[in-house]
């Protein structure tokens, strides 16, 4: 039975993607004295499960996916974007550049000094800051680099397990500390 199922999820990968959205919305709406995964983290731990799987997804179906991503974000947050910037524009851009700066020389600082490859520190840089559209641009960057496919899989194979390992920690400690994404004090419901 089970190997039926394993056999349809790598034949057809697409049912493998959305089964981790289904499973991963599907536990994310669970709590436990008010804390609780949520539907991202949920998905993306539900994407690692059924990853160890050898779903092989091509690079075709990945990228479609992604752009389905980045346009769900872009048409949620669109329209507060253009306000925000309409009414105090300039002192959040000049605190944005300020931030990446930090973010970035951050991620760079701990992969020096663990000594971590090009992969895992562009898994480590999205993970911990939250940016999966950088995983986009890491991926296209590692596979114009020039390397040997073997060398080049290598690689890339490393960065989501540092995008999952460092988000999920990033969550947590957010969710811990009494924060969420935005800064905002945490409410319990």
Not at 128 to 136: C, D, F, K, N, V
Request: proline share 4%; aromatic share 12%; glycine share 12%.
């Amino acid at each position: 039975m089970t190997d039926w199922f394993v056999q349809t999820l790598r034949t057809y990968p697409e049912i493998a993607i959305f089964l981790s959205l289904a499973l991963g919305y599907y536990f994310g709406s669970f709590t436990y004295k008010g804390l609780g995964l949520g539907a991202v983290t949920a998905t993306l731990i539900a994407a690692v499960i059924i990853g160890q799987l050898e779903i092989k997804i091509g690079s075709r179906s990945s990228r479609l996916f992604f752009l389905m991503f980045l346009f769900a974000i872009g048409y949620g947050v669109g329209p507060q974007f253009v306000r925000g910037i309409a009414q105090d524009g300039i002192p959040q851009a000049l605190f944005a550049v300020v931030v990446c700066f930090f973010c970035l020389g951050a991620a760079y600082l701990g992969t020096k000094l663990a000594g971590y490859s090009v992969g895992s520190a562009a898994g480590l840089y999205a993970g911990s800051q939250t940016i999966s559209a950088s995983m986009g641009l890491a991926t296209d960057a590692i596979n114009r680099l020039g390397l040997s496919p073997e060398e080049a899989k290598k690689t890339l194979d490393a960065m989501p397990v540092a995008y999952a390992v460092t988000y999920i920690s990033d969550h947590r400690i957010r969710h811990c500390s009494g924060a969420d994404r935005s800064g905002a004090p945490w409410h319990r419901p």
